[in-house]
């Protein structure tokens, strides 16, 4: 069974709390083993309601996350001096979220597989994950995680698409 435990908020005492809570996205980037897999998974009862919303509406959510985040993890890193802190998990929330955008054509039935593949890449890091990752501050952060999540959100969309044509 794996350890589980909550760790302190990365940058506590030295940021204030909206910044820590949103950069772990509510506390779930605190809670070991877990981390980026509860933020990805806790987000898809809201994505299966936002199915009844306008297509732009995901990707617009994303989009104001992503540029938030870019905020709040260079804050944490210009006050904590550790770079992309394991901690920091709302680069996986944007990431998911724009990558979960690309695949609504395909259907929300492919969220479980693209979050699960996404997050295997995501801990991977292969090229050119790791080479965005060297990006400085919180761009880096925030970068190195959409480039899984928009790869494997175009792969996606693109077999779903060809499968659909055959199925005529």
């Known amino acids: 069974m794996p350890d589980f435990h909550i760790l302190q908020p990365p940058g506590f005492d030295l940021v204030p709390t909206w910044q820590?809570?949103?950069?772990?996205?509510?506390?779930?980037?605190?809670?070991?083993?877990?981390?980026?897999?509860?933020?990805?998974?806790?987000?898809?009862p809201l994505l299966l309601l936002s199915i009844k919303l306008p297509r732009l509406a995901v990707p617009m959510l994303a989009i104001v996350i992503f540029a938030l985040g870019v905020y709040?993890?260079?804050?944490?890193?210009?006050?904590?001096?550790?770079?992309?802190?394991?901690?920091?998990?709302?680069?996986?929330?944007?990431?998911?979220?724009?990558?979960?955008?690309?695949?609504?054509?395909?259907?929300?039935?492919?969220?479980?597989?693209?979050?699960?593949?996404?997050?295997?890449?995501?801990?991977?890091?292969?090229?050119?994950?790791?080479?965005?990752?060297?990006?400085?501050?919180?761009?880096?952060?925030m970068l190195d995680d959409l480039v899984p999540a928009l790869l494997v959100g175009l792969v996606f969309a693109v077999v779903q698409h060809v499968w659909n044509r055959q199925s005529r």
């Open 20 to 44: 820590w809570l949103m950069a772990t996205w509510f506390g779930t980037g605190l809670v070991v083993p877990f981390r980026a897999g509860l933020a990805v998974f806790a987000l898809l």
């Open 72 to 141: 709040v993890s260079s804050a944490i890193d210009l006050a904590t001096g550790v770079k992309d802190d394991r901690r920091i998990v709302i680069d996986e929330v944007a990431a998911f979220l724009l990558g979960a955008s690309l695949i609504r054509q395909a259907g929300w039935k492919m969220l479980v597989p693209f979050a699960a593949l996404f997050l295997f890449l995501d801990r991977l890091k292969p090229w050119p994950m790791a080479y965005v990752e060297q990006v400085p501050t919180g761009w880096g952060v």
